[in-house]
């Protein structure tokens, strides 16, 4: 793999895993009251389905824009409050209270910074980090162990029909590289531009995050990390493998998750026997 693009890969995982894990360690903190998607109950498995199934609405409606819509306006203005909203998540907690107005100041800056240099890389994977670190930190803070790891297969065993049978995520993720969304991550390299979808980065967040939910309960912070810690850096290695493919093979797509949810497994069975979960 090109060094430049290993670098940049590692730099915008560890920087959105870290952000997302303070964010979800905050949440806890704070005992903000955990919801499912279906019912309150976070443990209950059925909020899975319903999860994949919000996935399944919001793709097909993208889809449908992407066929139908030839405009930018209605695209930026789903970033726009994409954007907002989870950076608010993220910058409420890492800025003290007394400075609040600083912590709204921020995702505002942002967004109109987005809206004027539509064109800048840097602040596009900065929406990114910042998106997926605060969605990914909500998700896996409101989500149990059993409903997150349900959801990581269903999702993995869609990646794969979407990828390789349907194609429409391929469909999906080329309208949305065209529009320059902060949905994407940005990885430029002298010959090439790879683009990562931020779900590569929200779904191992989103179990990171529940991982970490757990082990408090039984841990002081510096033991409580060390689950959520190895099970990350498991996906990690799993996404470098498959963009190292990507890498090797331009134009042929596929499926990271499949292949993280995999590892993130093994990391979590091995954390388990170390007694650190």
Same mark, same amino acid.
């Given at each position: 793999m090109?060094?430049?693009l290993?670098?940049?890969?590692i730099s915008?995982?560890l920087?959105t895993?870290?952000l997302?894990?303070?964010?979800?360690?905050?949440?806890?903190?704070?005992?903000?009251?955990r919801?499912?998607?279906?019912? !309150?109950?976070?443990d !209950?498995?059925?909020n899975?389905?319903?999860?994949?199934?919000y996935?399944?609405?919001?793709?097909g409606i993208?889809l449908l824009?992407?066929?139908?819509?030839k405009g930018?306006?209605?695209?930026?203005?789903?970033?726009?409050?994409l954007?907002?909203l989870?950076?608010l998540?993220v &910058?409420?907690?890492?800025?003290p209270?007394?400075?609040g107005?600083?912590?709204l100041?921020?995702p505002?800056?942002l967004?109109?910074?987005?809206l004027i240099?539509?064109?800048?890389?840097?602040?596009?994977?900065l #929406?990114s980090?910042?998106?997926a670190?605060?969605a990914?930190a909500l998700i896996g803070?409101? &989500?149990g162990?059993?409903?997150v790891?349900?959801?990581?297969?269903i999702?993995?065993?869609? !990646?794969?029909?979407?990828?390789?049978?349907?194609k429409?995520?391929?469909?999906l #993720?080329?309208?949305?590289?065209k529009?320059?969304l902060?949905?994407t991550?940005?990885?430029p390299?002298?010959?090439?531009?790879?683009?990562?979808?931020t779900? !590569?980065?929200v779904?191992?967040?989103?179990?990171?995050v529940?991982?970490?939910?757990?082990?408090?309960?039984h &841990?002081v912070?510096? &033991?409580?990390?060390?689950?959520?810690?190895i099970?990350?850096?498991?996906?990690?290695?799993?996404?470098i493998?498959?963009?190292?493919?990507?890498?090797?093979?331009v134009?042929? #797509?596929?499926?990271?998750l499949?292949l993280?949810?995999?590892?993130?497994?093994?990391m979590l069975g091995?954390?388990?026997?170390m007694n650190?979960?």
């Amino acid at each position: 793999m090109n060094k430049k693009l290993l670098l940049q890969l590692i730099s915008l995982f560890l920087i959105t895993q870290m952000l997302g894990l303070y964010t979800g360690y905050s949440l806890i903190s704070f005992e903000v009251e955990r919801e499912g998607i279906v019912n !309150d109950n976070p443990d !209950d498995p059925i909020n899975s389905i319903g999860l994949f199934i919000y996935i399944l609405v919001f793709t097909g409606i993208l889809l449908l824009i992407l066929k139908f819509y030839k405009g930018d306006l209605l695209f930026i203005a789903m970033e726009s409050i994409l954007v907002f909203l989870t950076s608010l998540i993220v &910058f409420g907690f890492l800025i003290p209270e007394k400075y609040g107005l600083i912590a709204l100041i921020l995702p505002i800056a942002l967004v109109l910074s987005r809206l004027i240099f539509r064109k800048n890389l840097l602040l596009r994977n900065l #929406a990114s980090v910042l998106a997926a670190a605060g969605a990914g930190a909500l998700i896996g803070y409101n &989500f149990g162990i059993i409903p997150v790891s349900l959801f990581l297969v269903i999702l993995s065993g869609y !990646d794969i029909i979407a990828v390789f049978y349907t194609k429409h995520m391929v469909t999906l #993720a080329k309208g949305i590289t065209k529009k320059n969304l902060a949905f994407t991550f940005a990885l430029p390299t002298q010959n090439h531009q790879f683009e990562l979808g931020t779900g !590569d980065m929200v779904i191992p967040l989103v179990f990171g995050v529940s991982v970490l939910t757990e082990t408090t309960k039984h &841990f002081v912070l510096s &033991f409580a990390l060390i689950s959520p810690i190895i099970v990350l850096w498991g996906s990690l290695v799993g996404l470098i493998l498959t963009i190292h493919y990507s890498s090797q093979n331009v134009g042929k #797509a596929l499926p990271a998750l499949p292949l993280q949810t995999v590892i993130m497994f093994l990391m979590l069975g091995l954390c388990i026997a170390m007694n650190v979960f």
